[in-house]
């Protein structure tokens, strides 16, 4: 069964509403550090200062993430900035001012970067509506959001979320979302199966090329996370090494690769461009 926890991190975050609805699509995104000179949402009144730039004013987006000491905040709690540093997520190149997106203190904003990126290892302490809460080394605690593209696995096979223990170990692969929220790509109590589950998804896979299957042009990639894949590949698909194209009948597996890949209609993994990664020559010896 799930196992719902009573703790704010958890908690989806508090809706921060200002006068306007301000419109974001298709602005571009700076993040700095800066001075936090004046902070009132109520008022649309916020300053930044860079060093040695003009002041920025800017508004607060109506969902706009707010951080303090690895937790989130409301605009109330976040007045103590007030004439510190921060780090900010701002939009910019809208019809109206810069638009904040997120805040943080500078210490938050780099354990931010740590439970967003690469594999995360914690304590599973509860789920609670579609967040997974994981407690890290630091007993600091951040929600992940479940979709229904996160992979569950279980000592290499799929799993359920029932099937996870409050209080064991989990390895999961992050990934920033649009909207701020941080998805879980792959959970497990393996960390193995976290890596694949990352690797899966990104668009560039490095491994051992370890077989061509001309009748069915399928390449078979034994990954650097272990994982076995098989692109699909076509006339169209570019073979390079050192920079040059070569004929698919140069390639003789094994070989490191780096596979350039993409959907196609079907769902499949399709090889765009394949990368022939040389060998390193071994140093000269010196006497």
């Excluded at 799930?2 to 703790?7: D, L």
């Excluded at 042009?217 to 920079?243: P, Q, W």
């Excluded at 194209?245 to 596979?259: F, W």
């Amino acid at each position: 069964m799930r196992h719902r926890v009573a703790t704010r991190a958890c908690k989806g975050l508090p809706t921060l509403v200002v006068g306007w609805l301000w419109l974001i699509a298709g602005a571009d995104t700076e993040i700095f550090q800066a001075r936090l000179d004046a902070f009132d949402p109520a008022q649309d009144a916020i300053t930044l200062t860079r060093i040695g730039r003009p002041p920025i004013q800017a508004s607060l987006h109506k969902k706009a993430r707010l951080w303090l000491n690895q937790q989130p905040a409301s605009t109330e709690q976040f007045q103590q900035m007030v004439g510190k540093p921060v780090m900010v997520r701002l939009s910019v190149g809208t019809a109206t001012r810069p638009i904040i997106r997120e805040m943080a203190d500078p210490a938050t904003w780099k354990w931010l970067e740590k439970v967003r990126r690469g594999i995360v290892q914690g304590k599973l302490v509860g789920i609670e509506e579609d967040y997974l809460v994981l407690e890290l080394s630091d007993k600091s605690r951040f929600a992940y959001k479940m979709t229904r593209s996160t992979q569950l696995m279980r000592d290499g096979k799929p799993a359920t979320l029932e099937q996870f223990v409050v209080g064991e170990t989990l390895y999961l692969a992050p990934r920033l979302l649009s909207n701020l929220d941080t998805m879980a790509l792959a959970v497990s109590n393996k960390e193995r199966d976290a890596q694949i589950g990352r690797e899966r998804s990104l668009p560039t896979v490095s491994g051992t090329l370890q077989a061509i299957d001309k009748e069915n042009k399928i390449l078979r990639v034994r990954t650097h996370a272990g994982d076995l894949r098989e692109f699909r590949y076509d006339e169209k698909t570019e073979f390079i090494l050192k920079g040059k194209p070569i004929r698919l009948e140069q390639i003789k597996p094994p070989v490191p690769v780096t596979v350039h890949r993409k959907r196609d209609e079907e769902g499949n993994d399709y090889a765009r461009r394949v990368t022939i990664v040389p060998a390193r020559s071994a140093p000269a010896r010196t006497r």
